[in-house]
Every structure is written in C-alpha cells, then in structure tokens.
T-cell receptor, first 114, second 111 residues
Framework: AQSVTQLGSHVSVSEGALVLLRCNYS??????LFWYVQYPNQGLQLLLK??????LVKGINGFEAEFKKSETSFHLTKPSAHMSDAAEYFC????????????FGSGTRLSIRP | DVKVTQSSRYLVKRTGEKVFLECVQD?????MFWYRQDPGLGLRLIYF???????EKGDIPEGYSVSREKKERFSLILESASTNQTSMYLC??????????FGPGTRLTVL
C-alpha cells in the first residue's frame, strides 16, 4: 500500500525567505512522486514529478524537490518566496500495479508575509 | 495544452435531488478520475475509469455512480444528494501511469 504524509497543514514564511514543505511517502515499489499546487478556486496544477531519473527535480516557478530514498522523503523547496506562491500544495505518490492511481497527501497551505 | 473542463464551477442543489457533474478532456486520455476535496482531508478518489464503459470504485464510492459512454467524457452522478456531499469535486485525466491533469473543480452545496 502507498501513502503520503505532509508535515504541517499550514506554513507561513516571509517574502524572500526559504520555502520548505515536507513530504514523506510509503511505497512497496519504486514510486513516482508529484507535487501539485492549487491556487484559490482553481484545480490542481503539476509543479514537478520524480520518475526515477535524477533525484533532484526542478519544477515550475523556481520550485525543486529532492528524492531521498533512505529517508523516504520528497521535500519541496524554493530559495526565495514570492507573494504569488501563496497557495495549497499537495504531495502525491503512485506506482506498482495501480500506476495510474495517485495517492494525495492532505495538503499544506503556504502563506507569505510581506 | 491539455484541457479538462467541468460543466459548472458552482452548483447549489437540494437534499434528495439527482445531481450530474460533467467532465470533458480534449487529449484522448485513457484514464479519467473523480475526486472530492475537503479541508484537511486532501483529495479522495471516488471513481476512476480506464476506458469507455469501464469503471472502478475508488476509496469513497458510496452515494455516487459514474458513466463513461465516450472516451472524452466522464460523468459523476449523485443519485440522491445529501448535505454530507457538499464539497469541491475535481475531475482529472491521464495517459496510463503518467501525470494527471485537473479541471477547475465544481463547488457543490447541498441544502
């Protein structure tokens, strides 16, 4: 069975500060891992995904995530937060015989302080 | 660009009504999905479909049914709407084993 845990339902950072959103996964097979972003009143948009190539994955809007198998983690980072980054972020995992299904974490709401 | 559209952004229905939520994708994707999103619970899979006329239950199928008569269209049906089905409903599509693309969502309120 696969699962995802996002640590912290709400994270607040100052504009220009480092953004770190934490995600740990559980999977019995090599996983595919995703980060999605949801802006208010919109659907989910893919930020980046890991599919067993490079462990450091670069996404849109300056975000990146590092796959660490030993820690079963896939944390999302951005060096310098911008006001437009305020949104909800979802980590997700898929893999194995149900490769088309994705299991989502409960989400982390990111707030940016001026 | 992949486009997934949902028939309504906001919908208000009364308890007991039959409700149809429509989703259309324009990329010839095999897979289509219906989720509901509730605060603190993330996205939960209701039903998905791997092909026309094919459907499988997700994690929370109770009170819902689906229909996929054409490849591009996947409908979610609430046979008799209840207040606990007030939620945001998200549709997604994908090729097998790849990224899911989401529609803008339908915020359903059942009074």
């Amino acid at each position: 069975a696969q699962s995802v845990t996002q640590l912290g339902s709400h994270v607040s950072v100052s504009e220009g500060a480092l953004v770190l959103l934490r995600c740990n996964y559980s999977s019995s097979v090599p996983p595919y891992l995703f980060w999605y972003v949801q802006y208010p009143n919109q659907g989910l948009q893919l930020l980046l995904k890991y599919t067993s190539a490079a462990t450091l994955v670069k996404g849109i809007n300056g975000f990146e995530a590092e796959f660490k198998k030993s820690e079963t983690s896939f944390h999302l980072t951005k060096p310098s937060a911008h006001m437009s980054d305020a949104a909800e972020y979802f980590c997700a995992v898929s893999g194995g015989s149900s490769a088309s299904k994705i299991i989502f974490g409960s989400g982390t709401r990111l707030s940016i302080r001026p | 660009d992949v486009k997934v559209t949902q028939s309504s952004r906001y919908l208000v229905k009364r308890t007991g009504e039959k409700v149809f939520l429509e989703c259309v994708q324009d990329m010839d994707h095999e897979n289509m999905f219906w989720y509901r999103q509730d605060p603190g619970l993330g996205l939960r899979l209701i039903y998905f479909s791997y092909d026309v006329k094919m459907k499988e239950k997700g994690d929370i199928p109770e009170g819902y049914s689906v229909s996929r008569e054409k490849k591009e269209r996947f409908s979610l049906i609430l046979e008799s709407a209840s207040t606990n089905q007030t939620s945001m409903y998200l549709c997604a599509s994908s090729e097998a084993g790849t990224t899911q693309y989401f529609g803008p969502g339908t915020r359903l309120t059942v009074l």
